[in-house]
């Protein structure tokens, strides 16, 4: 079953549904004429975010457009674990790290904000949205995460949903996390912070410690770049309360 | 006491007593003098791996050569966690991200093995070296981790300490990390061992299962990267059985 499934797999907009036929992107058309080289009457698959995924055959290919035939369902859509990811803006490179990564590992939604410490560039979103699509496509997902427009921190924190619990990773030191996971019951929904290398300033923390939904989480005695401490901090946090976490066994009641 | 540590922190090779004077590598002259824009009369931290990390003064600072007098003891070395990472060369860009993370996230040991399906340029050893100790000089470990040359999987397996499990991250699937290293002792030493994009063959796969030692652990529902999988099976070693372990809680016997 897993041989069959074709390897390449692409992330469209265009809603799923058997005979379903759908042009693809200019950039699409390259990327399977000229560095996958395939040709009409290929197999590729195909997701949204929605439908799940399904089964397509390539029709028509030039230069710079192509089309697809949907045929079947290879997979219903999944729900996800709904973790968000908020990130002050970093320098290119790790910026451009961690949203892959954050992708790769299963993150809803990533959230770019403003602190008092932010020291960087601002990338472009639509530079970041065609990482996180690339990541999503070779890493079997079925969605690509949201990528929310850059906000001032207090602005997100001030229209927090306080059912979700926002863990910010505190160089000052907090609750280690992965203890944290393991002694409290799984939330529904969850976010994880990380701010600029600087840190947070003192009125950043205490606002945050005096929201009621934020809680300082440590990451171990080594002092991490963000983009790692980020990483580490979704791994945990899937492995432990998100998607990755194993069912129940009955003897742990 | 924190806030008075020099910024600056090298590593070196020499022994570190009160008193000692050292001459730094060209290389740290140069960062010090035009990187850092330093000047003799200035602070830094100095640490060898075996010594524990040590306030120096900047005592000479030429175009290519530098000296320090080491003055006092600053923290007495520590025992670090015993995790090795055994891992196939990978491409350029993903080796030295790997190379960067594990020293970051406390690795020991770095053994770069060859598989059968690894397909790689091989990456200088100099090269892999200064990366690790510039990760190590940033992330305030007291070690560099040693980069072992690289080695024939079978022969890494053949002479292999027994005592130490191996847990190799198998794309057709495990025991979950996380869960493992819940229920099973820490044990005080491990392996971590992840193959190449095209993972292991047949016959590897047999041999790690026959081999006494070695366990297929999985990272969730997302094919991750090489170097993703790497990442987070360091991640929940040393959040679970390493050095970002917390102390066990009296309740929990």
């Known amino acids: 079953m897993v041989e069959t499934r074709p390897k390449i797999r692409l992330h469209v907009d265009a809603a ?55 045929r079947e369902r290879l997979r219903p ?50 530079r970041l949205q065609a990482i996180a699509i690339e990541a999503a496509e070779q890493c079997e997902r079925l969605s690509v995460p949201e990528l929310a427009p850059a906000r001032p921190l207090a602005d997100c924190l001030a229209d927090w949903p306080a059912e979700r619990a926002l863990l910010f990773c505190d160089e000052r030191g907090g609750t280690p996390l992965a203890a944290l996971l393991q002694r409290s019951a799984p939330a529904d929904g969850a976010a994880i912070l990380v701010g600029p290398e600087g840190g947070f300033d003192d009125a950043e923390r205490a606002s945050l410690l005096a929201s009621g939904f934020a809680e300082a989480v440590s990451l171990g005695p080594r002092t991490l770049r963000a983009e790692t401490a980020a990483i580490a901090a979704i791994v945990l946090w899937q492995a432990l309360a998100g998607d990755d976490r194993p069912p129940p066994s009955p003897a742990a009641g």
């Not at 693809?24 to 058309?29: K, N, R, T």
């Not at 195909?46 to 035939?69: I, P």
């Open 16 to 70: 799923l549904a058997t005979g379903t036929e759908l042009a693809l992107s200019a950039g699409q058309a390259h990327y399977l004429r000229a560095v996958m080289r395939q040709a009409p009457g290929a197999a590729v698959r195909l997701f949204n975010g929605r439908d799940g995924e399904w089964r397509a055959e390539l029709t028509r290919l030039g230069k710079r457009d192509a089309a697809v035939t949907v």
């Open 77 to 126: 859509q999944a729900v996800e674990a709904d973790l968000w990811l908020l990130f002050a803006p970093l320098k290119r490179g790790p910026q451009e790290l961690l949203v892959q990564k954050a992708t790769e590992l299963g993150v809803a939604r990533l959230q770019p904000v403003v602190t008092r410490f932010t020291d960087a560039v601002r990338a472009k979103p639509e």
